[in-house]
């Protein structure tokens, strides 16, 4: 059995190739319970977690086990350890175990992008981008690789961050504008934005729906509680919507949880799952004026794609 390490998982992976990849896993036929998230100590303000995400399909059977210690950073810990484990579909040999926090980041931007190749208008040129955290490089990284953007405007609490994001972004992609958004200017990047993608862990809306111009997509990942959101209710509602996963985003997500609650959404609202789109089920955009939304909160296949692809590269 392989042991395989983030710097490994590094090393391995690009969106050239998962992009493709994660498209074939979604299309194909693949098992994926229900995630389980187990509060450590149910009712304790620090909300130490564990969970478990298991998946298979006819090549491999995984499960992804992290722990999810949010005031660990007070300690000098991180506040999230992940792992993958995969077997052999065939006899149910244990196959590898993959570091799963690098796994994650590229699988989390690479499931974007792919869900931008479908919904987003192929000639899309600026994009607003909400967060400066460890997400951010993969996630501007991803977008760029399946749409030809000429601007990308990043808006962060944090100027010194929004600097260096900038910094390291133009190195990888000197033909693109990296430019700084202010918040007094995020009304206006937003109305002339083509996308609009959101990787922070803001509680409330970063901007509102009636900002969105006709053909903008907009891509939220960065929220995953019931009570919090990324965009308000508006933005759902002009919005045709799409998820990863059902059972995930509609167990977790405020953003279409909220709505819910109003009274304003239904779950028989949301187009399609990642996997119709992939498939070929359910066609993505249907015109240049539609407004398209893609909510992501991550899933165990998008993990076993990723993790198995790595194997592969490393067999």
């Not at 070929?280 to 993990?303: H, M, Q, Y």
Request: glycine content about 6%.
């Amino acid at each position: 059995m392989k042991i395989i390490e983030k710097e490994q998982v590094h090393k391995t992976l690009n969106f050239k190739d998962l992009i493709p990849a994660l498209d074939q896993g979604f299309a194909g036929d693949f098992n994926m319970p229900k995630r389980q998230v187990f509060e450590l100590a149910p009712g304790c303000e620090k909300h130490n977690a564990f969970a478990v995400l298991p998946a298979w399909n006819e090549d491999v059977i995984g499960v992804k086990s992290f722990t999810y210690f949010p005031q660990n950073a007070d300690a000098g810990f991180d506040s999230l350890y992940s792992k993958i484990m995969l077997f052999s579909r065939d006899h149910g040999v244990p196959l590898a175990l993959v570091d799963g926090t690098s796994v994650t980041f590229w699988r989390t931007a690479a499931v974007s992008a792919l869900a931008s190749r479908y919904l987003s208008k192929k000639d899309s040129e600026s994009m607003v981008f909400f967060g400066t955290g460890n997400l951010s490089t993969y996630m501007i990284s991803a977008h760029l690789s399946v749409r030809e953007l000429k601007k990308v405007s990043i808006v962060g609490r944090n100027a010194d961050k929004v600097a260096s994001l900038i910094a390291q972004m133009q190195k990888r992609h000197m033909n693109v504008e990296f430019i700084a958004c202010e918040q007094g200017n995020v009304a206006k990047a937003v109305k002339q934005a083509d996308i609009i993608s959101c990787a922070t862990g803001s509680a409330t809306p970063l901007f509102k729906g009636e900002w969105l111009k006709p053909g903008a997509h907009v891509d939220l990942i960065g929220n995953h509680n019931h009570d919090r959101r990324e965009c308000d209710t508006q933005a759902i509602l002009n919005s045709s919507v799409y998820v990863d996963s059902r059972t995930n985003v509609l167990n977790e997500a405020g953003e279409l949880l909220i709505p819910m609650s109003e009274g304003a959404f239904s779950e028989a609202d949301v187009k399609a799952e990642l996997s119709q789109l992939c498939s070929g089920d359910v066609s993505g955009r249907k015109s240049d004026n539609e407004i398209t939304l893609f909510k992501s909160v991550g899933t165990a296949l998008s993990d076993l794609v990723a993790a198995h692809l790595v194997y592969k590269n490393q067999a």
